[in-house]
């Protein structure tokens, strides 16, 4: 099992300004994952971030606005750039490996005005 | 306790044969969400149900939510190989305030 911590637990931002979401992980993993829950939608994944390479974004997500960082096997980030109130939704950061099932992060709840 | 229950924890079904994997939560649940997840990728989004009752399809997967909004029902119909995963329930419930949970997940293997 892995447990899974992110910073800020909250946050209420203006539009126009960047946040910058931190996910830390209690032991070395190849993958981790961001993902969105806009309210009342289902969890959509937003990119894959392995160490040591560039993340892989799915379809309607660039990096441009969501730029990742994976410095290490421990921690990632994930900035929301340029937020508008469409911006407003729960980000998680999940770990997984192999056959294992994922685990996910408390999640960040941001509110964009 | 884990809030969202799933059974079978695993399930190793020969091919052409049906399944059912089973989510149950002793909340009454605002959505819930199925989800699949191949080794070593993202979830997958498979679909989402809110209303008492409400039944989806997709291929050859049905999805069904009960009246109370507390126990939904993933039936694959004669499956396959690409079915297999693990699948996992998702759910968001009003406590105070909105709080979303995962289920434990289901391994599935399809033997051809």
């Known amino acids: 099992s892995a447990v899974i911590s992110q910073k800020p637990s909250r946050d209420i931002c203006q539009r126009g300004t960047s946040l910058t979401i931190q996910c830390q992980v209690d032991?070395?993993?190849?993958?981790m994952f961001w993902y969105r829950q806009q309210p009342g939608q289902s969890l959509t994944l937003i990119a894959t971030a392995n160490q040591g390479s560039e993340a892989t974004y799915e379809s309607g997500f660039v990096i441009d606005k969501f730029p990742i960082s994976r410095p290490n096997l421990t921690f990632s980030t994930l900035t929301v750039s340029n937020m508008s109130p469409e911006d407003s939704s729960i980000y998680l950061c999940?770990?997984?490996?192999?056959?294992?099932?994922?685990?996910f992060g408390p999640g960040t709840r941001l509110l964009v005005l | 306790s884990q809030e969202l229950e799933q059974s079978p924890q695993s399930l190793i079904v020969q091919e052409g044969k049906n399944l059912t994997i089973n989510c149950t939560s002793s909340?009454?649940?605002?959505?819930l969400y199925w989800y699949k997840q191949k080794y070593g990728e993202g979830l997958i989004f498979l679909m989402m149900l809110q209303k008492g009752g409400e039944e989806k399809s997709h291929e050859k997967i049905t999805a069904k939510l009960d009246e109370k909004k507390q126990q939904s029902s993933l039936h694959i119909t004669a499956s396959q190989p690409s079915h297999a995963g693990i699948y996992l329930c998702?759910?968001?419930?009003?406590?105070?305030?909105?709080?979303?949970?995962f289920g434990t997940g289901t391994r599935l293997k399809v033997l051809a």
């Open positions: 999940s770990v997984g490996s192999g056959q294992e099932t994922q685990y």
């Open positions: 998702g759910a968001d419930y009003f406590s105070g305030t909105y709080k979303y949970i």
């Open positions: 909340k009454t649940l605002y959505g």
């Open positions: 032991s070395q993993v190849t993958m």
